[in-house]
């Protein structure tokens, strides 16, 4: 089998000054694509702004013989998405790719959280996924072809303490990942996201120590991380990234974690549930376990598969009763 190759696409890679935007960017550069290395250059809870980044990464690139521009415009408002695209145009004449990958963090317990901590990461991470992708899409949708890549984490699946601003635009990250993938059907477009697990400075900052400066956890626990940590290097992801980016990829709608050179699915699935036509408090009660009970769950892959499922149930119940 050839190797795949991005020749002759344009790729846009948010918040490609470091961590993994770097590497996204570096990897699909390697295999041909033109890239735009977006990055305002701030810090992980972003503040300040440095052009170095963004332009350290595209020299990187056309060092190694690559194509790239650096962009340095914000993804967290209207004109920033509008311009980065805009940068991708003037520079390349047209856009295929979009890997939505820029973030920050501003963790605090739920009762804490000022507009100052909420509102810019809501900004960052799914306002963001508007303001760059509309733009990006409008293009796509008239070429008829398109791939998108938006960065979620298992925090927006799966939850975590003091990140409830970054839970919530994770969780958003996913929901508008699945329309996408059925708005873009019909036009060429794949949309798909990953959850990444990667050593790099919003990682650091995660598991590192608490605001006031006291460790996060005991030395034991620390030694065992640190050693976790040395091997996930973010360049691992970049493969995942790159191949949902590709015109060979078959899936839309989807959503991997990928870290340290292992990649799998998340989904969300339904149990089989408890029915009753005349439901009552009392039948959610003594019906938990049944409620709960993981065997036999399905992976809609829509609301209308889901009704499906409903109805099919009910009407099983119904020919029962009338036997
Ligand atoms: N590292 C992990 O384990 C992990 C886990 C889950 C999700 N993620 C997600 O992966 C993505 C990349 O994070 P990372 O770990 O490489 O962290 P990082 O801090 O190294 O990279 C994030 C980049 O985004 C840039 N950025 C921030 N605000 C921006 C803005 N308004 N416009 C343009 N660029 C902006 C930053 O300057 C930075 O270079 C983020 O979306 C993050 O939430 C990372």
């Known amino acids: 089998m050839s190797d795949l190759r991005f020749d002759g696409r344009v790729a846009i890679v948010t918040g490609a000054g470091g961590g993994l ?61 509008e311009a980065i695209v805009r940068t991708g145009l003037d520079a390349f004449g047209r856009v295929d790719i979009l890997v939505n990958n820029a973030g920050i963090l501003r963790d605090a317990l739920f009762e804490d959280l000022t ?14 996924l508007f ?30 303490p003091r990140k409830s601003n970054y839970g919530t635009a994770k969780a958003g990250v996913a929901g508008l990942t699945r329309v996408l993938a059925l708005e873009g059907a019909g036009h060429g477009i794949k949309a798909n996201a990953i959850a990444p697990i990667a050593a790099t400075r919003m990682l650091t900052q995660h598991l590192g120590d608490t605001a006031d400066g006291r460790p996060r956890h005991d030395a034991a626990t620390t030694a065992m991380m640190d050693a976790v940590v040395g091997s996930l290097d973010p360049a691992l992801v970049s493969p995942v990234v790159a191949f949902l980016a590709h015109e060979d990829c078959p899936v839309t ?28 408090m ?32 009910i009407a099983v119940q119904s020919q029962r009763a009338t036997e």
Do not use: C
Request: cysteine-free; overall charge negative; glycine content about 14%.
């Open 21 to 81: 935007g770097r590497q996204h960017a570096l990897l699909l550069a390697s295999r041909g694509a033109k890239v735009v290395v977006n990055d305002v250059g701030g810090s992980v809870a972003g503040e300040g702004r440095d052009a170095g980044p963004a332009e350290t990464v595209a020299q990187e690139i056309r060092d190694h013989g690559g194509e790239a521009v650096a962009d340095t415009h914000s993804v967290a408002t209207p004109d920033g998405g």
């Open 131 to 160: 303001h760059v992708t509309r733009p990006a899409w409008r293009i796509m949708r008239d070429q008829g072809y398109g791939r998108v890549v938006n960065t979620t984490s298992a925090v927006g699946l799966l939850g975590s």
């Open 282 to 313: 009392e039948d959610v009660r003594d019906h938990l376990a049944e409620i709960r009970d993981e065997t036999g769950y399905t992976v809609p892959d829509g609301p209308g598969e889901e009704i499906a499922q409903l109805l099919r149930v």
């Open 253 to 280: 709608g989807e959503i991997y974690t990928a870290g340290a050179g292992q990649v799998a699915r998340f989904f969300t699935g339904r149990t089989r549930g408890y029915h009753h036509p005349a439901l009552s």
């Open 115 to 128: 507009l100052e901590l909420l509102e810019p990461v809501l900004d960052v991470h799914v306002n963001a």
